[in-house]
DNA sequence: TTCCTTATTAGTAATGATTACTATTATCAT
DNA sequence: ATGATAATAGTAATCATTACTAATAAGGAA
């Protein structure tokens, strides 16, 4: 695996901001770094570094998936309002699936709701 | 809301299966009853379904939604050798967000990794 | 440093799930 | 039975994602 400034730049960006993005709006941000860069190289660098563990993908009822450079184990909620993406701690127990003698690799919890703002409105 | 013949085969599809379907396999299914039902017809059915909390869906990495006639809460597993989508309870505690102030209307929960038959290999 | 192999890229076309649109049909309250 | 209108079939449009290909650039060897 070759470093590419494509690819340092996508990272960089998911780690410099707390916060979760589509693949276009990584696209439109890294492109003001690098203006002639590929959404194809976009979405092709966003596999790799999930396949490297380096960003993690936080798949939502909206029809596109999102990218989150914060790779430590968390929950996701999901603002059915303003539609925001807040991080949770996630408590981990022996989850069922392991006691079944199923192998996890990996597990996404994502609650679905109103945030404390807009549950007041 | 009217009672449709359409409605009805969909809701009785994914009841009669303990099971997680694409739209286009709901399609497939019902299209043995109901030979020129449209798949919009499946989509905007699917979608009134889960308004009426009659159905949920299940979100995964895949690129497309599965629905499930199963509505009480558990999580599920994708076997990321088979593919296939296991149901497992789901221990709910008191949700982090709650404690937040946030009102969580639903909460998904998908583990993936391997199954035990493909864990072994 | 220069050269060469080959992974990666830009640009574009293709795919596939989902949604939108419209004339026609069927549900159901009256 | 009938009329208002919600729902449907069929088709076209949308949009995220993937595939393809000729050109480019990373990085090891000379």
Redesign the interface.
């Known amino acids: 695996m070759r470093v590419t400034k494509q690819r340092t730049a996508i990272l960089d960006f998911l780690r410099s901001k707390r916060h979760h993005y589509s693949a276009t709006q990584i696209y439109d941000a890294v492109r003001e770094k690098i203006p002639n860069i590929s959404l194809g190289t976009v979405y092709r660098n966003l596999a790799q570094l999930i396949e490297d563990k380096e960003i993690i993908?936080v798949?939502?009822?909206d029809k596109c998936?999102y990218y989150d450079g914060f790779t430590a184990d968390h929950?996701h909620?999901v603002?059915?309002g303003c539609k925001e993406i807040?991080d949770?701690?996630l408590?981990l127990?022996d989850?069922?699936?392991s006691k079944?003698?199923?192998?996890?690799?990996?597990?996404?919890?994502?609650?679905?709701?109103?945030?404390?703002k807009c549950?007041k409105k």
Chains 1, 2 share one sequence.
């Not at 609650?111 to 404390?116: D, F, M, T």
Request: with cysteine.
């Open positions: 993908s798949e939502t009822s998936v929950a909620f603002c059915e807040f949770f701690p408590i127990e989850s069922e699936p079944a003698g199923f192998l996890v690799e990996n597990q996404r919890v994502v609650y679905y709701g109103l945030c404390a549950n």
